[in-house]
Every structure is written in C-alpha cells, then in structure tokens.
C-alpha cells in the first residue's frame, strides 16, 4: 500500500533564481495486487514523486506513506518494505552479482544463511547462475538488469517502485521486466510504476495517473480513465490531456 | 584545411572547458581567494613562533678568550658566553674525544665514534649550552712565532647550534683578519716573517652530532612533507570514487533506498577511506625508512645513517591516524560537493593548496613544535615527525599535537556527516540542483544565502590582501589612502557589488531601518562598557606585539587633527565594515544558522578580516557585541553607531595621551561597572526590542 498526500517537491529553478515545483499537489494510492502507472513526458515529475516515496528526497510540502510507514517521519522502516528499481539505479561494477546481491541482503538486515537462501533462489528465478560470479562490469545489459531486479526483491518487500524500469533496454530484456513486473503484482505486491511508454501502461497497469508539469491531471483504474479518452486508447487521451492543459495554461 | 579544422575542434574544447563553470571556479577562481588567506595566517602563526635566530643569542661555552678581551669582546655581540671553573678539566676530556675523532681511520668501529658524540653532546646538554669553543692564544700579530688555535665543538643537526657556529666563526675570521693587518703594519719592513703571520689562528671544528642524526636532520623534513602528502592522496582518490564516482554509477541512489540511514553511509565510507590512508601512509613511511637509510649507505664517507627508532615510528603512527582520518573526512566532504570522478579530482587542488603550505612547514629551519604550532593541522604533524626523529624540545607536545589532530578529525568528520544529509549534495545531477528549505526561505526573503555569504568575505579578504602592503605612508594622505581603499575599495566595493549582482534585498540585508532614538544612549553606554571590558582583557590577557608599520601610521594619526581622525577611525571603519559583517554576513547566516550562532560565526569572521592573529580574540569579543546590538536593534545603525563611538573612543585616545594612560591603567572597579553598564545596555535594547517581536527581525512576512 502505498499513500501520496498533496506531494510538493520545490527546487530551485536552474534557468535562474525563481523557485521551480517539480511535483505540485499529488495525491494518490496504490493497492496491494494491483499495478499502479504513472505516466508523463520527461521531466513531468515523475521521478521526482518515486524519490520521495523512496525517502531519497524530502516534500516540501504533504506527506506519503509506504505499508503504512511514514516516508519521513520513518525512512528506514519505510525503506525497508521498499525495493526500489530504476533504469538508471547502477550496480557495483567492480563486484559479482552474488556479492552485490549478498551485500544488500545483509544491508536489508537479513542473516548469512538466508541471504544465501535467499539468492539462489532469485538466481534461480532470474535464471543467473551462468554468470554468478562475473563482475558485473563484464556483464551485458540484460544481465545487468537482472542483476538489479534480483537486488530489488532480495528482502522481499511488499511495495515494489519501478522508474521508467524498461528505458534503454532492447525488446528482449524489457520483456522480461515486464513479466517480472507482473509476476509481482501476481503475488500480491504493491507496484507503481513510472514510464513514459504507451504501450507499457495498457499491457502493464490496472490503475493510472497521468502527470504533466508536476500535476496529476486524470487518474483511477485504467478502463475508466480511458473511458473519456476521445480515441479509446492512452495514447489519444494523452495528448489530448495535455493539449487541454496547454490551452489552459495560455488562457 | 587541417589547420582550420585543428582550431575548429581547440575553440569548441575551449568552450566546452568554459562552460564546467565548477571545474573553472574550483581550479582558478578558489585559488585566487585561497592564497591570500592561506598566506596571511601562516605568516601569522610562524611570525608567532619562527624565532630570530640571528638576533637571539645563543649560549657557548668558551675557554681560553683571557688572552685577548677584543675577540671576547666580538663574540659577546651575539653570543652569550659561559665559562666554567672545571673548564680544564672538562677541556682536556673533550680534547681527547675530539682527537679521537680527527684521527679515525676506516678501521675505528662507527659506534666507537657515535658513542664518543654522544658523550660531548652530553657535556653540552649538562652545561646548557650549544655549542664549545676552545681558544688557545699564544699572542697576537706582535708574537711572531705565536701558534694560535681554536677548538670549536657544534651540533649541525641543531639550527641554534648552527647559528652559533655560524657567528663564532665569523668572529673568528675577524679576528684573524685583524691580526693580519696589524702583522702587516708591525712588519711592513721585515717582509719574509709575514710568511708566519698568515694564519694568525688555526680553526678546526669537531661535529657533536651522530650520523644518525646528521641522517635525521638531512632526510626527516622530505620525510615528514611527503609522509602527510601520500596520507592525503591515499584518502583523496578512493573517497571520490567512493562518492562522486557512484553518484556518476547511479550506485548511490541504491544504497540510499536500503534502510540504513546517511550517517550510516557516510561512516561507512568514512572506515573505509580512513583504513586506506592510513595504510598508504604506513607504507609509504616504511618505504621511505628503508630508501633513506639506503641511500645513507650508498654515500660512504658522509657519515650519514638513517634509522627509524621505535619510539619514533610509534608516535608518527600515532600521529598518523587522526591525521589520515582528518584527511578521509575532507576528502568525503569535497567530493560529496562532486557529480563525477573527473569533477571530483578537481577538488583536490584546493586542498592541495590548503594543506601544502602548512607541510612545508617542515621544510623551514628553526620552526619548532611548540604550543601554538602543536595545535596548528598538518604543520603539527610535520614538526612532531621531525622531532621524533631529531629529538628536540619539540616531542614534548606530541601529546598536544595528536589529540589536537584527533579533534579536527571529529570535527571534519561531524561536518561530513551533515552534509551528507543535504539533499542538494546526494542528487547534483537531473532538473535542478534540490534545493533545501532554508536556502529557499533565504531566496524568498531576499537574502544572500549563507554560501554567498561566505564568498563575499573571501572576496574581501583577497581584495585586502592584494591591496595592501607597499610603501610605508610619509604624510596624513598617504594615511588616509591606506584607509580608504582598504575599507573602500577593499571591503565596502565587493559588498555593494554582491549584493547588486546576487540581487539580494538591499534593505533587507542590510538592515536598512530606523533606528530608534531611545536606543542611542543604551547603545553609546554599551559601546564605552565592551570597550573598557575588550581593552582591559586584551591588555591583562595577550598584549598586542605592534608591527613596524603599525606604529608610525599611529603616530601620524596622532598628529592629525582631530576631524580627520575621527573621519579615518571612527566614521569610515565602522560603515564599511558593519555593512560587511552585521549587514551582508549576519544576514547570510542568520537564516541558516539562527540569531546567535549566526551573531558568534559573524563575529569570528570579523576577527578574522583585522588580518592580525594577536588582535582575533579581542575584535571577535566586540563583535559578539556588535552582531548582538544589530540583532536587536534591527537597524545597521544601531551597530554602525555602537562601532563609532568604540573606534572614536580608541582615536581620542591617540590624541590625548592622558585617556590612553587611562584606558590602560583600568582598575576592577572599573570593570564592574562596565560589566553593569554593558548588560543593563543589552537588556534595556531587548526590552526596546520587544513589543514588535513578532514579526521577526524587522522584516514582514514576505509576499511569494
């Protein structure tokens, strides 16, 4: 379960000295078992709102809660119910997908024995014993992102934050993100998930937020946020939220 | 043409290289401020310590001058001379040491030797004195057939010995020279006895010193420099791999989402950069011992050894580790500042330029640990290398020197860890830099952010540095000059362009406001009570060594009418300076630090800026005032007035010798009342303060 309560994040404009709001009053819930998408344009604060879920930022204003844990007030607990995986979250290049798997287990707080469980049996999952003990700087892009996936559910957490997971990944690795995404929700875990893919959003999510310029501008479960969607699909309802919105903006 | 497309490609990289405006400012525009303040405090702390070993004189002991009182006479201009009673006694065993030595062949065992060194560098440490000459003077020019020889017995590990060779000798040769002449004059007509006159005395010096030493005195200060530069090296580059580096890896967002929490992370790294700069400096110490000694033993006939006692080795070891720790810190803290690894290793310049003048410290003479320079970083830990190894009076304050070191190193360490809670350090990179609520508030209300402030004072620091020196002034208008552009140009330019350009709230941050007049008397009595309680403090505590410089504007001062002295004291430092400081600094701070932290760091920066350690302790206590009037006050010219009549007070006091006299004679009763009157001052404006309270220091909720 995962809470957003009138999310704020301001920073300082890089053009100059004003103030810039990345993310501007949100507010949302993700549902255990059900497959939350955020999607928006670059820059539409997406990042910056997982960030806060993640406790790796502090709102400016508002408040979030991850399994029922405060992200501020309770950042390791609520970080501790958390994996976190971005398409840009690296890995240590210079270890072996066990010892950075290990090494997170051990920081999750689990004991020798069942991190060791523990990553056989993602290894088995993920299908990465071939090149367990190759550095990972060695490895190839889909290795590597197997590598941070398996690191994201080391703990097994219950909230699961994917960030734009897919970008930068060929057709076959992003296939099996995709499914490993699913295959989360199949078991019963909380996911959000941010991407800028149209396509993503319909195969993935059953509920969806479409943030422009920091703003949700139409969210709820997919069938019904779609049912005012001139064309039918997200692509269309897209654009013409955010033509909308400029229009809006120019007025 | 490929030359055309080799310039194409240079102006691009050029511009590329411009745009890196952090790398450009780390690498050019910080040396520039750096420098000056660098310098200034190191002459500071050596001019404190560096003793004038040509003016002071050192101790000898000396046997046989009765014969001729003009030589006695020479050496006691810069030597004190000391005689014994035994000195026969004492001059026939020391003879035959020294004999000893003059006759070793290559079969005389070296500790034979050592051992007989170390005998007379006992006799010399027994009598107190550093160095023996030993005079037997059969006559001068006027005994022909005379044969005059001196004995001299020196330490040249020793810089007080060396000097004391060095004026021995000179008088010596003196003497000889003299002699000459007088031979000359005596036997202008027998020329063939000139032939014995030649050398009117024989000199031959004996070295107290062992080859272990002479090897310590050659080797150490090299040893103690590189030690403390490897440490940093050692610290420097894994902390930004560390850091910078997996920002630019994308591994610090997924250590940041586990649940440890930022001081985890940091002590975390902090271990772990420590552990390697201490490793790296051990080994490097330990290679270094073994190339020296080597290198001793490659030079036969030097009579040089070099060997690392154990004692020795244990206090550099110990000495080493808050050192590397001091270093690890510094290093984690400048490359949190870092969005990659290349970036980071810029950052190693301005350290660099911080702790190298404070290592060369080893490479001067005659600098010796004592306890000023003990709490000195990084010079203290050269100097207790070099005295471990050379022995000295200096290994007395290893103590000082290493828990001194240990608390820079927790200090460091503490500021580290804080900033790695700043959001702004751990995500440089993406939108816009995160920016944290105060600085942000500071922005809304049109203040200077605390950083700005910081720069600002650099800036002026710099501006003083390279304005000031030169020629003495001659007349009251080159006194005036010295006045106007070291407040005008120096301090008040730069704060007036700052803030222009950082397009700050001028009313705002200068605390441009009425001030009101029932606060006058309270703020003038408060002036005259930190005075009487600043000056009579300074006086009793640490009376002021006055520079060359100083006294002759002084007494020009003095003779300068009245108006245009209290112009030059009591009107233009205290404007300048209180916008400055009560004004853009107090203001930078206030919104990060809070009033009185803000108000005390104001205050030392205020110290700092009178560029003179002697004076630190005393500016910085009227600041603490200072800052305190403006607070409550809410007007600049609540400080600006208090500062006025502070100075005037001093500048009367130039003219009328009687005040002076006053002021420096100040009894207890005298301090009593100005304690009284400075908190009924302080209370009364508080109380004036009050009633308008809520909104703050003077300012209106802002409109966003």
Redesign the interface.
């Known amino acids: 379960m995962i809470v957003a309560e009138g999310l704020s994040k ?5 053009r100059g ?1 004003g ?2 709001r ?1 993310v501007d009053n949100v507010t949302f819930t993700c549902e255990p078992g059900r497959i939350f998408g955020l999607l928006g344009p670059n ?1 539409a604060g997406k ?2 709102t997982l ?1 806060i879920l ?5 709102p ?1 204003e508002g408040r979030a809660s991850i399994h029922g844990h405060d992200v501020v007030e309770e950042a ?2 609520a ?2 119910s ?1 994996g ?1 995986c ?1 398409g ?6 210079r270890l072996t997908p066990r010892e950075m798997v290990v090494y ?1 287990g051990r ?3 689990l004991d020798n024995e069942a991190v060791a469980t523990r990553t056989n049996e993602l290894f088995d999952l993920l299908d990465m014993h071939e090149f367990a003990e190759t550095p990972c700087g060695r490895l190839s892009a889909g290795m590597k992102q197997k590598v941070s996936l398996a ?1 994201t559910i080391v703990h097994d957490p219950p909230v699961l934050i994917f960030d734009e997971p897919t970008t930068s990944l060929d057709v076959l690795v992003a296939r099996t993100v995709v499914e490993f995404i699913s295959d989360c929700r199949d078991r019963g875990r909380t996911v959000i998930l941010s991407t800028h893919i149209m396509s993503e959003v319909e195969k993935l999510c059953d509920d969806l937020a479409i943030l422009h310029k920091g703003r949700i501008l139409a969210q709820g479960p997919v069938d019904e946020v779609l049912a005012d969607s001139p064309g039918g699909d997200v692509e269309s309802l897209f654009f013409n939220l955010i033509d909308q919105c400029e229009v809006n903006a120019s007025d | 043409m490929r030359s055309e497309r080799v310039g194409l490609i240079a102006r691009k990289e050029l511009l590329d290289t411009l745009r890196d405006r952090r790398t450009l400012f780390v690498a050019l525009i910080l040396p520039l401020l750096l420098y000056p303040a660098l310098l200034l405090g190191l002459t500071q702390v050596i001019g404190a310590t560096k003793r004038n070993l040509q003016e002071e004189k050192q101790r000898v002991l000396v046997d046989g001058l009765d014969a001729d009182p003009e030589l006695a006479e020479a050496l006691e201009e810069g030597l004190e001379l000391k005689t014994l009673d035994n000195a026969a006694e004492m001059r026939a065993t020391l003879r035959i040491i020294a004999d000893s030595i003059a006759d070793v062949d290559e079969d005389t065992p070296a500790e034979d030797i050592d051992e007989w060194r170390r005998e007379m560098r006992g006799t010399l440490a027994q009598n107190d004195v550093v160095g023996v000459l030993f005079a037997r003077l059969e006559g001068g020019a006027e005994v022909p057939a005379a044969r005059n020889e001196a004995m001299l017995l020196f330490d040249a590990t020793n810089d007080e010995s060396r000097a004391a060779r060095r004026k021995v000798r000179a008088a010596l040769h003196e003497y000889s020279e003299r002699e000459r002449e007088r031979a000359k004059e005596l036997y202008s007509d027998q020329r063939p006895l000139l032939e014995f006159m030649v050398h009117p005395i024989d000199v031959s010096t004996v070295e107290v010193a062992s080859s272990q030493q002479k090897g310590a005195y050659s080797f150490a200060p090299m040893l103690a420099l590189l030690i403390v530069l490897m440490c940093l090296t050692g610290a420097f580059y894994p902390a930004v791999d560390l850091v910078a580096g ?1 920002k630019e ?13 930022r001081t985890d992370i940091v002590l975390g790294k902090f271990l772990a950069v420590w552990v390697v700069a201490v490793v790296t400096a051990l080994l490097n110490l330990g290679v270094m011992g073994l190339t020296f000694s080597k290198l001793a033993g490659m030079m036969p006939g030097s009579g040089i050894a070099f060997t690392m006692p154990a004692g020795a080795l244990a206090a550099v070891t110990l000495i080493l580790i808050p050192t590397a720790a001091l270093f690890a810190a510094v290093a984690l803290a400048a490359s949190s500042f870092a969005t990659s690894y290349k970036e980071g290793q810029h950052y190693l310049s301005p350290i660099f330029l911080v702790v190298m003048p404070l290592a060369m410290v080893a490479m001067l003479p005659n600098v010796e640990l004592g306890p000023t320079l003990a709490l000195v970083p990084v010079a203290n830990v050269v100097l207790l290398v070099k005295a471990m190894l050379l022995g000295g009076e200096g290994a007395r304050w290893a103590l000082v020197a290493i828990l001194a070191m240990a608390f820079y190193a927790a200090l460091a360490l503490w500021v580290t860890v804080s900033l790695f809670k700043r ?1 702004s350090v ?2 440089r990179s ?6 944290d ?1 105060t ?2 508030e500071a ?1 809304r209300l049109g203040l200077p952010t605390e950083s700005q402030g910081v720069l600002v004072f650099f800036v002026v620091l710099a501006f003083m540095f390279f304005l000031s020196g030169g020629t003495l002034p001659t007349d009251l208008w080159g006194v005036a000059k010295i006045f106007l552009i070291s407040q005008v140009v120096a301090v008040l330019l730069p704060t007036l362009l700052a803030a222009r350009f950082m ?1 700050v709230d001028l009313k705002r941050t200068f605390r441009i406001a009425p001030l009101a007049p029932a606060a006058v008397p309270a703020i003038m009595c408060g002036a005259l009570s930190t005075l009487v309680l600043v000056v009579g403090a300074q006086m009793r505590l640490m009376p002021a060594p006055e520079a060359e410089g100083f006294t002759q504007v002084v007494g020009m001062l003095a003779k300068a009418p009245v108006a245009v002295m209290l112009l030059l004291l009591a009107v233009l430092p205290p404007v300048c300076e209180e916008l400055l400081c009560r004004g853009f600094l107090l203001s930078s701070l206030k919104t990060r630090f809070g009033a009185v932290r803000a108000v005390a760091l104001t205050a030392l920066l205020f110290g700092l800026l009178h560029l003179d350690a002697s004076r630190i302790p005393a500016t910085a206590a009227a600041g603490v005032v200072l800052g305190t009037v403006a607070i409550l006050t809410r007007s600049i010219f609540g400080s600006i007035l208090f500062h006025s009549v502070y100075n005037a007070v001093l500048a009367l006091a130039l003219h009328f010798p009687d005040l002076a006299r006053g002021l420096e004679n100040l009894g207890g009763i005298a301090f009593a009342l100005a304690g009284v009157g400075l908190t009924l001052s302080l209370w009364f404006l508080h109380r004036l303060a009050r009633p308008s309270e809520s909104d703050g220091d003077s300012i209106a909720p802002p409109v966003p």
């Not at chain 1, 993640?54 to 502090?58: D, G, P, S, W, Y």
């Not at chain 2, 890896?249 to 929490?261: D, F, K, N, S």
């Open positions: 301001i920073f300082q404009d890089p000295g103030e810039f990345a820059g990042t910056t960030r993640a406790t790796t930022l502090v400016t390791t607990l970080r501790s958390l976190f971005t840009t979250t690296g890995i240590y290049e997170f920081l999750y707080g690191r | 997996e890896r994308g591994t610090m967002e997924t250590l940041l989402v586990a649940p440890v929490t959001e751990l995500f993406g939108a816009g830099k995160g920016h609520a600085s942000l922005k397009k």
